[in-house]
């Protein structure tokens, strides 16, 4: 019996002690769920740099009874004094819910369903607040997620996304920003960070791996060490990738403003096998990777100025060297230079189609692009006049002068055209009139110029003076 007391004490203290961890630990989580609120004093954002459609969607929600707030890239662009181009709303809303607030709003997604809101051809993006993870939730071999349709609360949504930088929420009625995961001080310290377990969440989307590499090249930011260390190891995952998504990811990485950077992050990390390894053949070729960069610098400079790019222009331009190593094959097995090039062109074309899903529209463009090059050569008759009317000209020509500023072809050749496109009739018709200087050919303009007499020699130690004398 004298036990008992000490027994029942000891009882009642570990009850107390539950007690006691339990409320700390419900005060703990709700703690963790807390987001810290940045007044616009503290954030700086200005307001003249947000979207009025995204104001409207955002103000549309609240004034229904929702939450709702502008998310992602563009709370980052924000705070970091850049206008976004694209605007998310995120909202506790449902897509159902979303859809019948808004006249021009569709329902897509088949992984997550979210909703476009669309104002004229301006396009707001709305998705609900997801859950946390499902255990159950349907996934490949390789853990990747294939359906994951789970909405919850905000402090769930902000777990989901992928970097600290893009888990913000700016609401421009109050104009406060909610920082669920220490984005802020991430990006004053320019550090990218997965949220979560790295390894984790590359896992469930191979994809961020991608992400990773372009939101560092393009912001300039340092790759934490806890998020880049895993990448080389599971690299391979993004093989599992259906592929028209990894050509999604490539195409914004190569159209990002800093694409050189993108590509040299990529074999750093070890992510291009399987993308485009081909790089690696022609980067390492003082010719090719000249091409390349100019290119790329190209591609750059006209994304930062805001002018539109080409994805077929960009895609010619990094296969051309393969293209053209084909071509040479295909002439030397006695194939003439234009079925060689077609030749060239179908083989490529079809071994990429595969690799990186280049839609039909793409692989045309290219096709006609490396199509006009020849023809390029033929600078006499009427082939230059008809040069002119064709609709893909100026992608062509752009095409030529890369060519030539690689060291390619002779640099007369990409003058020449551009006085004959920039010149009148009386300009053009003199400049057919001249014998080009340039002293390296594609075998084209031998082809469709005549052969030209020859005058005998006076002596067999006497050389014939050339044609350009």
């Known amino acids: 019996m004298a036990g008992r007391p000490y027994t029942y004490l000891n009882v009642m203290i570990k009850k107390f002690i539950r007690k006691i961890l339990g409320v700390n630990n419900k005060d703990a989580a709700a703690t963790k769920n807390k987001p810290k609120v940045l007044a616009a004093k503290e954030h700086g954002i200005d307001p003249k ?3 009025n459609n995204a104001i ?4 549309t929600l609240q004034e229904n009874g929702y939450k709702a707030f502008i998310v992602g890239g563009a709370v980052r662009d924000l705070l970091l004094g850049v206008k976004p181009k694209d605007f998310d709303v995120a909202t506790n809303a449902t897509p159902e819910q979303v859809k019948r607030l808004f006249r021009r709003a569709f329902l897509i997604g088949r992984r997550f369903q979210i909703v476009h809101v669309m104002f004229g051809q301006d396009l707001i993006e709305v ?10 939730a349907p996934k490949d071999e390789h853990g990747r997620v294939l359906r994951d349709n789970t909405f919850g609360e905000q402090h769930e949504d902000a777990v989901r996304r992928d970097f600290t930088i893009n888990a913000m929420y700016y609401d421009p009625a109050s104009q406060t920003v909610l920082d669920y995961h220490g984005g802020i001080a991430d990006i004053r310290k320019k550090v990218l960070r997965v949220i979560g377990v790295p390894e984790q969440r590359y896992r469930e989307d191979p994809v961020r791996m991608l992400r990773v590499v372009r939101f560092a090249a393009k912001l300039q930011f340092s790759i934490d060490a806890d998020t880049r260390e895993p990448i080389k190891v599971m690299a391979p995952l993004i093989n599992n990738v259906p592929s028209a998504r990894v050509f999604d990811e490539m195409l914004k990485l190569l159209m990002s403003g800093q694409a050189m950077a993108c590509l040299l992050q990529l074999r750093k990390q070890g992510l291009h096998h399987g993308l485009m390894p081909l790089l690696d053949v022609v980067l390492e070729q003082p010719m090719g990777e000249r091409f390349v960069t100019l290119a790329l610098a190209n591609t750059d400079e006209r994304v930062q100025q805001g002018k539109t790019v080409s994805p077929g222009f960009l895609f010619a331009s990094l296969l051309w060297h393969q293209v053209l190593e084909k071509w040479e094959a295909y002439k030397t097995a006695g194939e003439l230079a234009i079925p060689a090039l077609h030749l060239a062109a179908d083989d490529v074309l079809s071994a990429q189609t595969e690799a990186l899903a280049l839609q039909r529209k793409i692989g045309s463009d290219m096709r006609d692009i490396w199509a006009m090059q020849p023809r390029f050569e033929k600078r006499v008759g009427k082939a230059p006049y008809k040069l002119l009317e064709n609709n893909r000209l100026r992608a062509g020509y752009d095409f030529l002068l890369l060519r030539c500023a690689s060291g390619e ?3 007369e050749i990409g003058e020449w055209w551009t006085s004959f496109i920039e010149g009148d009739e009386a300009e ?5 009139t001249v014998k080009p200087k340039t ?14 007499k020859r005058r005998p020699r006076r002596s067999p130690n006497r050389k014939t003076k050339p044609a350009a004398e």
Do not use: H, M
């Open 439 to 452: 002293k390296k050919s594609n075998s084209t303009e031998a082809e469709a110029a005549p052969a030209k």
């Open 49 to 51: 740099l947000v979207s």
């Open 409 to 411: 072809i002779d640099s």
């Open 127 to 136: 998705t609900t607040f997801r859950g946390a993870a499902k255990n159950d």
């Open 56 to 59: 409207r969607v955002t103000q």
């Open 428 to 432: 053009r018709a003199y400049l057919l």
